[in-house]
């Protein structure tokens, strides 16, 4: 069950990169991917760390509506 779930999530993850339009952008290579989430990743763990995860969460769930709006 747990092994179920956690494919689940990464399945999700990766949805969330193709939705992002990171697949394309970078041309399908995953090493230019890669090297852009370990990017992401640096940049969260800085000194303002906390604003940017603010701002992520805020642009996340605001495209998260806006697809949502769409649909109905």
């Known amino acids: 069950m747990q092994r179920r779930e956690r494919t689940r999530h990464l ?3 990766g949805g969330l990169v193709q939705k992002a339009g990171l ?3 970078a041309d399908d290579d995953r090493a230019t991917l890669y090297g ?5 990743a640096g940049r969260a763990r800085g000194d ?4 940017m995860l ?3 969460k805020r642009r996340g769930r605001r495209a998260f509506d806006a697809e949502a709006e769409k649909v109905e």
């Open 23 to 25: 697949v394309e952008l």
């Open 11 to 13: 399945i999700e993850l």
């Open 36 to 40: 852009a989430l370990l990017d992401i």
């Open 48 to 51: 303002d760390a906390v604003d």
């Open 54 to 56: 603010a701002l992520w």
